[in-house]
């Protein structure tokens, strides 16, 4: 078990550079810590509205952590906004110290009311804490600590809640080819210098109007129209080509909006496509 540590410890520290990474667009690469899983489904009421996601310490040094919960909602035109809401969820640990490779379970439960109308998103914010600079390094200059901000994405949603998605417009664009996944372990992979690479793709727009969130990665997506020749055109993508392509796509309930840049290979023409979703 990891002991506690004061939150006091910021104000001992210099400025730090901070790297976030979000679960609602993931991709693989390394960092100096792991938090799994970084999807997190919980209901309301009974065994699932209690869960656990583990932090594990991938530095050669001492992590100290904290974490924080906040609450995630869309405008009309599909912006996201963070809302503070520890308030919702019992945490614990709130907060820890992790020795070089060591893992700690940190426990969710639901405090909200039980027979909330819809579902509800939140984010789960490991953030790595700055640690004092060992004596003799202050007087050597401006130092920089790299410090890491993980957030997995929790939804909870109450009995009987189910997702309406309905398809909204789609768009042809172009979409800047994705590099291939880091291999854990390896090094970086030099900037590039050439342009990048450029494929056709989809802007697409989609809605829900029921009272669950939806996964839209978790969906068959069957896209139909004409090419630019005026040829009949269907592209399937399936669950791991939107995995790559738009993380989880959450998609918030009563009325949420998103809108996915997915990349097609062939150009669709203009107000020709139709997109169902489906298992």
Known sequence: ???????????????????????????????AMRVSPMVVEMTTSGSGAVARVEVQNLNQVNLPFETRITRIDYDDKGNMTETPADGDFLVFPPQGLLPSGARQVVRLQWAGAPDMPASRGYYLSVNQLPIPLAPGQESTGAQVQVVY???????????????????????????????????????????????AVKTPGLEIVVRNTGTRYAMMAGAVWTIEGKDTAGKPLKVVKSLEDLNRDIGVGYLAPLGGLRTFQVPTGTAFAPGSVKVRFGK
């Open 1 to 31: 078990m990891s002991r506690m540590l004061p939150v006091s410890v910021r104000a001992f520290v210099r400025p730090a550079f901070v790297v976030s990474v979000a679960a609602i667009g993931l991709a693989s690469a390394t960092y």
């Open 149 to 195: 901000h993980m957030k997995a994405l929790v939804t909870v949603a109450p009995p009987k809640a189910t997702p309406k998605v309905e398809f909204v417009s789609a768009k042809p664009i172009e979409i800047e080819a994705k590099a291939p996944p880091a291999i854990e372990g390896a090094k970086p992979a030099p900037a590039p210098t050439a342009p």
